[in-house]
Every structure is written in structure tokens, then in C-alpha cells.
Nanobody, 124 residues
């Protein structure tokens, strides 16, 4: 098993940047593909980005492509989401997720472990 704890959320003005972190504990972190999802009030949880176990393959949602970047440091058991040029529509609770083995995936149901989420609010 792995436990995930997100941090780094907060309030930022439109056009600003934030870096989210997700610290993992438990089983060897490199066993897991990882992903970031977000959920705005009244909306479904949606895919943001995913990254393979080695960090060699990534995929970002069209809505964040070119602005957000997912990365990981397996030595530190941490995955990151660098968010630049933030927009008010990026406001949501952001969740880190891990998937045991397997390739990267955008499907929420294929992730086995989830963090508690961190709030990101972008003001206009």
C-alpha cells in the first residue's frame, strides 16, 4: 500500500503559478504510475495529468497542456504538478493518485490510491 499527502495549494491571482507536491509513503514509490485529478464544486473529478513509473512518459489534459507539468522524484517519493498561467477555471480541489503497475492512464477508476486533496483557488 501507499499513502499520499498533497500540499502546496492556496490562493493565487490569475496568471500566477503554484507547485503542488504529493508525498508518498509505504511501498516503493517507483512501483506506481501517478496522476493528478481535480474537482470543482458541482462537477465531476477530472483528469489533469499522468506520469509513468520511470517518469519517461506523461500525458496532460488539453485544458492544461502547455501550462501545467507533472514530474516526479522517486528518490524523494514525491510527485509534483507545476502550474503556470493559472486561470479562474483552474479553481478546484486537486488530488494526487497512484496506480499499482500498469501504464499511465486518464481513467480515474484505474487508480488504486488517493490523497485527501489540496485546494487551489485562482482569483480574477
Amino acid at each position: 500500500q501507499v499513502q499520499l499527502v498533497e500540499s502546496g495549494g492556496g490562493l493565487v491571482q490569475a496568471g500566477g503559478s503554484l507547485r503542488l507536491s504529493c508525498a508518498a509513503s509505504g511501498r516503493t514509490f517507483s512501483y506506481y504510475a501517478v496522476g493528478w485529478f481535480r474537482q470543482a464544486p458541482g462537477k465531476e473529478r477530472e483528469f489533469v495529468a499522468t506520469l509513468s513509473r520511470s517518469g519517461g512518459n506523461s500525458l496532460h489534459a488539453d485544458s492544461v497542456k502547455g501550462r501545467f507539468t507533472i514530474s516526479r522524484d522517486n528518490a524523494k517519493n514525491t510527485v509534483y504538478l507545476q502550474m503556470n498561467s493559472l486561470k479562474p477555471e483552474d479553481t478546484a480541489v486537486y488530488y494526487c493518485a497512484a496506480r499499482t503497475g500498469g501504464p499511465t492512464t486518464v481513467e480515474r477508476s484505474r487508480y488504486d490510491y488517493w490523497g485527501q486533496g489540496t485546494q487551489v483557488t485562482v482569483s480574477s
